[in-house]
């Protein structure tokens, strides 16, 4: 995002979930469809195939699976987690201090450049004098990948590079992203005349603008300025990491929702994705023990990655316990209720937190729980806001997916959980 876009902003949540509205009120997303991740491809010379390849426009998943795979998910993980021919936990043996978690993925991306197998890679830095406003950058060397160790969790117009692919005529390039971008690089890959492309996914729910962050961190952290890294890990909490290697955690249970109410883009909340399932391989976090990062690899192109860093890879094992099932019923009742409610007493959440970390979801069951939570919140979401894009935007999958919960959906909201009629 230029920083125009950034500057046009409010310093506080840019809109409510009861809005519904662009990014920003910048000239530059005027003509996007009213759900935007703002992706890139519009302010590239191929932005007149948004129509045509935008994930809000139409999702794709089904098609580019066929040509990706052969054939589209089998009724078993794959509906959660998307097709793939392997998983694994794993991670770096000499893990990078600045990244994330261990760095694998900016080690790949160094590895395809190191080896010749890419002449550039795509992926996201930080803007000069910040930690997390996302900077596009179409990196030439190893060091230049690994300069962009570490998470930015805004949106950021990967795609808007595009044209630096043509214009230098680099034939054979390795991508870093989210889904969005992600499922809309799948449908114009026809359209970029390269000879190899690999696609490596971060798995990525509600992205943010970057003044969004700001104010989430400052809501969140007790000193938001010293945030190095944070994620929201698998018991149940925020984990930031500051800058003297200190760790905070917040429970989950423990946000000030009703400060936080509205900080999410409409295009996140319309994201059915979450696994980046496009993707050649998937490193993210979710599935796997703490510590460790969950891979997914995906396409005969995603084992040609993975074996190319299996060498400084140690591993770990796969586990996986709890009832995700247990509650979803609470989940979707708690849907119901007017967003951005005041946080339970403390004793309340001190309970809560003490049994969604002693029984809740664990490994590969926890990743079930999440997927699946992402999947009805935001149907709901696109039922809720935008009910006649949902045949165009909602994939099979979702409905298939959820359906163990149809009979709890329907009593719950008043509503079949099947697609419209004129989908069936």
């Known amino acids: 995002m230029s920083d125009a876009a950034i500057d046009s902003q409010e310093t506080g949540p840019s809109k409510g979930l009861d809005t519904i509205s662009l990014l920003s009120s910048d000239d530059r997303l005027k003509g996007r469809p009213r759900l935007c991740s703002d992706c890139g491809l519009c302010d590239s010379s191929l932005g007149s195939l948004m129509s045509t390849s935008c994930v809000f426009v139409r999702n794709q998943t089904q098609e580019i699976e066929q040509r990706l795979h052969g054939r589209n998910r089998r009724p078993d993980d794959e509906l959660r987690f998307g097709i793939h021919r392997a998983q694994y936990a794993a991670r770096l043996s000499r893990p990078n201090p600045k ?122 952290s007790r000193s938001p300025a010293t945030v190095a890294h944070h994620e929201f890990m698998q018991d149940f909490s925020l984990w930031l990491r500051h800058d003297d290697g200190q760790v905070e955690r917040v429970n989950y249970i423990d946000f000030p929702m009703d400060k936080l109410h509205g900080i999410f883009p409409s295009a996140c909340l319309s994201c059915f994705d979450y696994p980046n399932s496009l993707s050649d391989l998937t490193v993210g976090y979710m599935g796997a023990p703490l510590g460790w990062q969950w891979t997914l690899v995906r396409t005969e192109i995603g084992e040609e990655l993975f074996e190319l860093l299996r060498p400084d890879l ?65 149907l709901n979401y696109v039922r809720s806001k935008f009910a006649r894009f949902e045949s165009r935007v909602v994939p099979r999958h979702v409905y298939e997916t959820l359906a163990p919960y149809a009979e709890t959906y329907e009593q719950t909201f008043g509503r079949a959980l099947a697609p419209p009629a004129d989908e069936k």
């Open 99 to 220: 990244a994330q978690w261990t760095g694998m993925v900016t080690a790949l991306g160094a590895r395809l450049l190191e080896q010749g197998l890419v002449e550039a890679v795509i992926t996201t830095g930080a803007a000069p004098g910040t930690r997390f406003k996302a900077q596009p950058v179409l990196a030439r060397t190893p060091a230049e990948v690994l300069a962009t160790a570490g998470n930015k969790p805004c949106l950021s117009p990967n795609l808007s590079l595009i044209d630096a692919v043509r214009e230098q005529g680099i034939k054979r390039l390795a991508f870093i992203g989210t889904s969005c971008q992600v499922h809309m690089l799948r449908a114009i890959e026809a359209e970029l005349g390269l000879e190899k492309l690999y696609v490596i996914g971060i798995p990525c729910s509600d992205n943010v603008t970057y003044p969004d962050l700001e104010y989430f961190l400052s809501q969140i």
């Open 314 to 378: 140690e591993f770990g094992e796969l586990t996986e316990g709890g009832d995700r099932t247990r509650g979803m019923p609470r989940f979707m009742e708690r849907l119901t209720h007017p967003p951005g409610a005041k946080k339970p007493p403390f004793l309340v959440r001190k309970l809560v937190a003490y049994l969604q970390r002693k029984k809740g979801s664990k490994g590969l069951e926890f990743a079930r729980a999440i997927i699946e939570m992402k999947l009805l919140r935001n």
